[in-house]
C-alpha cells in the first residue's frame, strides 16, 4: 500500500550543487609503499612511517610513465547533492567507483530543482565537435528561469496528484525532470579520480582538452579540492604530468 504523501513542499530553486567529504582513507604515502612493494617486499612498510615529501620525485615518476596501480590504495567517499541529469553522465565512470543514490521507488522526493546561475553560459555557436558556450542576454536567462520555472512545478503538482491518488511512487516520478536535485554517495580512489577528472574538467595544464557540462564539472572542481588536501603530492603530480591519469 502506498503511504499518503505529507503536505506539499514548496518547490525549490538553484543554480549550485554540493560536495562533502564524509570519509576517506587517502595519502600520499598510501602511493610509496604500495609501489616500493615490488622491490622491497616487507621492508615496504616501513614508508608508513617517512615523510612522504622525501620521495616526491617517486610520485612523479609513477605518474610521468604511467604505473597506476599504486594509486588505487587509498579510498574517499562522497556525499554529492546535484541535478539528476549529472548522475547521468556521473555514472558512465564505473571502474574503481561505488555509487548508492537515494530512490524514488522508497521515499517520497522532495521539489528542489536547477536553475542555471546568471555566470552560467547559455548559448552553444559552432558545429558539433567544435563549438564554444557564450553568455546569453539578461532576455534568454528570463526565459530560462521562467520556463524551468513553470515547468518544474507543474511536473511536482502532477507528481503530488499522483501520489495522493494513491500511485506507487515509483510510477508518480515518471513525470519528474532530470532537473530534479537528487544525491548520492561516490566512493573512489585517485585512480579513477583522475580518469574523471581528466574527462570532466577543463584545465589550462591539460594535454588532452576536455569539453564537459559544466554542471558535473562543477562536481569535479569540489572533488578535486578535497582530494587537492589529502594528497598534495599525487595531486601536485597529476597536474604536472598533463592531468592524464596514469
Excluded at 528570463?142 to 494513491?166: F, I, P
Aim: net charge negative; glycine share 6%; charged share 25%.
Amino acid at each position: 500500500m502506498t503511504d499518503t504523501p505529507a503536505e506539499t513542499a514548496t518547490p525549490s530553486f538553484r543554480g549550485d550543487v554540493t560536495v562533502d567529504l564524509v570519509k576517506h582513507s587517502a595519502s600520499d604515502t598510501d602511493v610509496l609503499w604500495a609501489a616500493r612493494v615490488s622491490t622491497a617486499g616487507e621492508q615496504s612498510l616501513e614508508e608508513l612511517q617517512k615523510d612522504p615529501e622525501r620521495s616526491r620525485g617517486l610520485i612523479n615518476f609513477l605518474m610521468r610513465d604511467r604505473h597506476g596501480s599504486p594509486f588505487e590504495h587509498n579510498s574517499m567517499t562522497f556525499f554529492i547533492s546535484a541535478p539528476i541529469f549529472v548522475f547521468r553522465e556521473f555514472m558512465r565512470h564505473r571502474a574503481g567507483w561505488s555509487y548508492n543514490e537515494e530512490s524514488g521507488r522508497y521515499r517520497e522526493l522532495q521539489p528542489v530543482f536547477y536553475v542555471p546561475g546568471q555566470d552560467r553560459k547559455l548559448v552553444q555557436e559552432g558545429r558539433p565537435g567544435k563549438y564554444v558556450f557564450v553568455d546569453g542576454s539578461p532576455a534568454q536567462h528570463k526565459v530560462v528561469s521562467d520556463a524551468m520555472e513553470d515547468s518544474y512545478r507543474r511536473s511536482y503538482e502532477t507528481y503530488q496528484e499522483m501520489l495522493a491518488a494513491g500511485i506507487a511512487r515509483e510510477i508518480a516520478r515518471s513525470v519528474l525532470p532530470v532537473g530534479l536535485f537528487s544525491s548520492m554517495y561516490a566512493t573512489c580512489n585517485a585512480r579513477s579520480l583522475m580518469h574523471f577528472l581528466g574527462l570532466r574538467t577543463q584545465h589550462e595544464l591539460a594535454k588532452v582538452p576536455s569539453f564537459p557540462q559544466r554542471e558535473i564539472e562543477m562536481v569535479g572542481e569540489q572533488m578535486e579540492e578535497e582530494w587537492a588536501r589529502l594528497m598534495p603530492l599525487t595531486h601536485a603530480a597529476f597536474n604536472a604530468n598533463g592531468r592524464i591519469a596514469p
